[in-house]
């Protein structure tokens, strides 16, 4: 079983809205905390969501009052709920997972300190392999 699979994603007109889901190993889901992340071609990948364990919902500034990160601890899985899709939310988004302090020196300090931050898939130790939204004018 891979640790984390995304599915979810698909072609939508802007102003759509799509629901991302990431079903986690019962393992990571308990001990990891986990985000969402999103990359084009060419470019390193963005953070863009993830629920820290002292202050909850943390999001980039380019998705806030769009998307709603949320998890199901009785199905073992991550969602991102997206709304208002724009042409530039087109991307292959990703979830990840690893351990809760590094979540919250990477990520948490990016998106609350600086508003988004890129990520190398060397920073967390588990991703998923991928969903690929498709935002059309």
């Known amino acids: 079983q891979e640790p984390l699979v995304e599915s979810g994603g698909g072609s939508v007109q802007a102003g759509g809205s799509l629901r991302l889901s990431c079903k986690v190993s019962?393992?990571?889901?308990?001990?990891?905390?986990m985000g969402w992340f999103r990359q084009v071609p060419g470019e390193e990948r963005q953070g863009v969501a993830t629920?820290?364990?002292?202050?909850?919902?943390v999001y980039a500034d380019s998705v806030k009052g769009r998307f709603t990160i949320s998890q199901d601890n009785n199905k073992n899985t991550l969602y991102l709920e997206m709304s208002s899709l724009k042409p530039e939310d087109t991307a292959m988004y990703y979830c990840?997972?690893?351990?809760?302090?590094?979540?919250?020196?990477?990520?948490?300090?990016?998106?609350?300190?600086?508003?988004?931050?890129?990520?190398?898939?060397?920073?967390?130790?588990?991703w998923g392999q991928g969903t690929q939204v498709t935002v059309s004018s």
């Open positions: 019962g393992y990571i889901f308990s001990t990891y905390c």
């Open positions: 629920i820290l364990r002292d202050d909850g919902p």
């Open positions: 990840a997972a690893d351990t809760c302090p590094l979540f919250e020196q990477l990520v948490g300090t990016a998106l609350r300190k600086y508003g988004g931050g890129r990520f190398s898939t060397s920073d967390f130790r588990h």
